[in-house]
């Protein structure tokens, strides 16, 4: 462990002025992720700012009756909340398919859409990773890659997002609202949070130095049945082959998204379009332009399966 200095921040535009102050340092609320990545060395701030204190631990109707989620709301009181139960349902059974209960009793909203990649390469600093290190390559191409992105990839990168709330969270049209060092807000669109790879993967949201998340807020409800199907190589604290999140009216039509197959969550709504004619025809368009590797293009296969199997449910 590398020595660090720390602090707590006595509001989010503290918080986000202390970080930007110092190019070394983090945020840190739950630690599920940044604590084992400064285990191996793999993030080492000079400094931590503790956000646990700022009061962002509130779930909230909104003026247009949707629902504000605090940044620190811990994942197991988010999946439990009786309103996101019931008018949420897809991001309940999402949070519940990921990791542990003791990891969602800590694990935070804002930290589970900001968690870092699971990749097998980024975890080992022996191995080149551009996410790691920008700039020494991508271990993954033509290495083990099973795991590996099938679409929205790059040749400095083919990993995946881990997350399963942020998939949900995608095809609820969430809103991430965020403060930043001077103290302005602002809202970003779920669908611009994430970045794809492209030269740049260790740039992995269109955060700023020092902005902080504060917030996650959902729209009005959209009704219909919601599922999470989670494709994975053990019942339990696994991360996903393929996921699957949708929102299924009662003609057919409704919305998608993707997860274990790209950078970030991934939803195209053009797509959608195609619901009424079958998983199939969603998934060539979903899935148009997929560029998977030898070891992982059973994925293609495995997402159109888990889409009808999820359209099937939903209309039984």
């Not at 019942?235 to 999140?245: C, K």
Request: charged letters at 20%.
């Amino acid at each position: 462990m590398k020595p660090f200095t720390y602090e707590r921040a006595r509001s989010p535009a503290e918080a986000a002025a202390a970080v930007a102050a110092n190019p070394n340092a983090k945020f840190i609320a739950g630690g599920t992720n940044l604590l084992d990545l400064m285990k191996l060395q793999i993030e080492a701030p000079t400094h931590l700012v503790d956000v646990n204190g700022l009061a962002l631990d509130k779930i909230e109707a909104t003026a247009q009756g949707g629902l504000r989620i605090g940044a620190l709301v811990r994942n197991t009181a988010l999946a439990g909340d009786e309103q996101v139960r019931r008018d949420y349902g897809v991001l309940s059974r999402a949070l519940l398919s990921g990791a542990s209960g003791q990891l969602r009793n800590k694990a935070t909203t804002a930290g589970n859409l900001l968690q870092r990649t699971r990749c097998p390469y980024f975890y080992d600093t022996d191995q080149p990773c551009n996410k790691r290190q920008p700039g020494s390559g991508c271990s993954a191409i033509g290495g083990v890659n099973r795991q590996h992105a099938i679409i929205g990839t790059s040749q400095a990168c083919i990993a995946t997002h881990p997350s399963d709330m942020a998939v949900a969270m995608r095809v609820l049209d969430a809103a991430v609202e965020t403060v930043r060092p001077d103290g302005r807000t602002r809202v970003i669109p779920i669908a611009d949070f994430h970045r794809l790879p492209g030269s740049t993967p260790h740039i992995e949201t269109t955060l700023e130095r020092g902005e902080l998340v504060t917030a996650v807020t959902l729209p009005t409800p959209v009704g219909g049945t919601h599922i999470y199907r989670k494709v994975r190589d053990r019942a339990s604290y696994a991360f996903a082959l393929v996921s699957v999140a949708a929102i299924v009216q009662r003609d057919g039509s409704g919305r998608v998204a993707l997860g274990g197959v790209a950078h970030k969550p991934w939803r195209m709504e053009a797509a959608e379009a195609a619901m009424p004619q079958g998983a199939k025809a969603v998934a060539t368009r979903l899935l148009a332009g997929a560029q998977p590797t030898q070891n992982n293009a059973f994925k293609v296969l495995l997402a159109e399966r888990t889409l009808a199997a999820v359209l099937t449910q939903a209309r039984s």
